[in-house]
């Protein structure tokens, strides 16, 4: 992280916190922690293909799902994730 180019900004119902990648730094952040204090800390996922596709598949095919049922389910692609939407394919 570069911790000078780094942002902090509060509201009365929202809180963002801008992180930036150190120059070295390549590929994209999957997961990051957060919450109220280090001992409750919480796992969330950043919008991406790879996890969007892990999240549905835990959830439209649990593990004892048949091989037909997988080669049925739909695609779903992230196209594109900006501060103000998500785009979102599915076939």
Partial sequence: ?????????????????????APGSTGSWEKFS?????????????????????????VLCPSSCSQSALENQPLIEVLDVTEDRIQIRVE
């Fill in 1 to 21: 992280l570069v911790s000078p180019e780094s942002s902090v900004s509060i509201s009365a119902h929202n809180a963002v916190v801008g992180l930036n990648k």
């Fill in 34 to 58: 957060c919450g109220l204090d280090p001992s409750a800390l919480q796992e969330r996922l950043f919008v991406s293909e790879d996890n969007v596709d892990g999240f549905l598949d835990t």
